[in-house]
C-alpha cells in the first residue's frame, strides 16, 4: 500500500510558494524558488529523483515519476526529472514510468510551455526554450530514445514522438513561428531537424530500421515534409530561402534523396519506393519544379536521378521504374 506525504518547505534564501509532495520510501525531491505565485506538484512513488528551480512569477511545474503505472511498488526506478524555470509564466510537465528515464527542462522567458511523457527504460530527453511563447511536446515509449530540443525565439513548436528502441532526434529552431514534428517507429531511427528565420516548417515521419533524415532551412515560409518506411533510408533536406517546399517519400531499403536548394518558390518532390535508388537536386534560382519518381526492386536494377539547375522557372520530370 502507498504511503503519501504533503510537506510545505521554505529555503532560507528562497521565496517559497506552494508545493505538494507524494511519494514513497526512497525518493528524493529538492524544490528551490525565488519569486512570487510559483507552484509545484511533485508526485513521487520508488526510487525517484527530482529537482526544481524556479526564478520570477507565476511558474508551474508538475512532475510524476513511478516504476509501473497504475501499480504501487518500491522497486527501484531510478528516474529523474530537473526543471529550470526563469521568468513569468513558464511551466513544464514531465511524467516518467520505468527506469532509469532522465528529463531535463530548462526554460528562460514567458509563457513557454514544456511536456515530456517517457515510459520504458533508458530514455532521454532534453529541451532548452528562451524567447516567448514557445512549446514543445516530446514523448517516448520503449529503450534507449534520446530527444534534444532547443528553441529560441517566440512562438515556435515542435512536437516528438518516439517508439521503439535507439531513436534520436535532434529539434533545433530559431526564429519565430516556426515548427518541427517528429515521429520514430522502430529502431535506430535518426532525425535532425534545424530551422532558422520565420515561419518554417519540418514534419519527419519514419518507421522501421535505421533510418536518417537531414532537415536544415533557413529563411522564411519553407516546408519540408519526409516520410520513410523501411531500413538505411537516407534523405537530406537544405532549404536556403523564401517559400521553398522539399516532399520526399522513401518506401524501401537503401534509398537515398538529396535535395540542396538556394533561391525562392522552388519545389521538389521526389517518390522512391525499392531498393537502393538515389536521387539528387541542386536547385539555384527562383520559381523551379522537379519531380523524380523512382521504383524497382533489387533485381529491378539501382537507379540514378540528377538535377542541377541555375535559373528561374525551369521543370524537370523524371521517371525511373523496372
Not at 529523483?49 to 518500491?74: H, I, L, M
Not at 522497486?75 to 510537465?93: F, H, K, T, V, W
Not at 515561419?199 to 532537415?215: C, D, I, L, P
Amino acid at each position: 500500500m502507498k504511503t503519501q506525504m504533503t510537506a510545505i518547505a521554505a529555503a532560507v534564501t528562497f521565496a517559497m510558494s506552494t508545493a505538494a509532495f507524494a511519494q514513497s520510501a526512497g525518493s528524493e525531491s529538492t524544490i528551490l524558488q525565488d519569486g512570487y505565485k510559483n507552484t509545484n506538484n511533485i508526485t513521487q512513488w520508488g526510487s525517484q529523483t527530482s529537482r526544481v528551480y524556479q526564478e520570477g512569477g507565476f511558474n508551474s511545474t508538475t512532475v510524476s515519476q513511478d516504476d509501473v503505472a497504475g501499480v504501487a511498488t518500491t522497486r527501484p526506478g531510478y528516474n529523474n526529472s530537473a526543471i529550470d524555470q526563469i521568468g513569468e509564466g513558464n511551466s513544464a510537465g514531465v511524467t516518467q514510468l520505468g527506469a532509469w528515464n532522465d528529463s531535463t527542462v530548462y526554460q528562460e522567458g514567458v509563457n513557454n510551455a514544456a511536456a515530456v511523457d517517457q515510459d520504458g527504460s533508458r530514455n532521454l530527453s532534453v529541451t532548452t526554450q528562451v524567447g516567448y511563447g514557445n512549446d514543445v511536446s516530446v514523448t517516448q515509449d520503449g529503450r534507449s530514445n534520446d530527444s534534444y530540443a532547443y528553441q529560441q525565439g517566440y512562438n515556435n513548436t515542435a512536437a516528438v514522438d518516439q517508439e521503439g528502441f535507439e531513436n534520436r532526434s535532434v529539434a533545433t529552431q530559431t526564429g519565430r513561428f516556426n515548427n518541427i514534428d517528429v515521429a520514430q517507429d522502430g529502431w535506430s531511427n535518426n532525425s535532425y531537424a534545424y530551422q532558422q528565420g520565420d515561419n518554417n516548417t519540418a514534419t519527419v515521419s519514419q518507421e522501421g530500421f535505421a533510418n536518417k533524415s537531414v532537415v536544415e532551412e533557413i529563411g522564411g515560409f519553407n516546408n519540408a515534409t519526409i516520410t520513410q518506411i523501411g531500413s538505411k533510408n537516407d534523405s537530406y533536406a537544405h532549404l536556403n530561402g523564401y517559400h521553398n517546399v522539399a516532399n520526399v517519400s522513401q518506401n524501401g531499403n537503401s534509398l537515398e534523396s538529396t535535395i540542396l536548394a538556394s533561391g525562392n518558390h522552388n519545389t521538389h518532390n521526389v517518390t522512391q519506393s525499392g531498393y537502393a535508388h538515389d536521387s539528387y537536386i541542386n536547385t539555384v534560382g527562383n520559381y523551379n519544379d522537379h519531380t523524380v519518381a523512382q521504383s524497382g526492386g533489387f533485381w529491378g536494377g539501382q537507379h540514378t536521378s540528377s538535377i542541377v539547375t541555375y535559373g528561374n522557372g525551369n521543370v524537370n520530370t523524371v521517371s525511373q521504374g523496372q
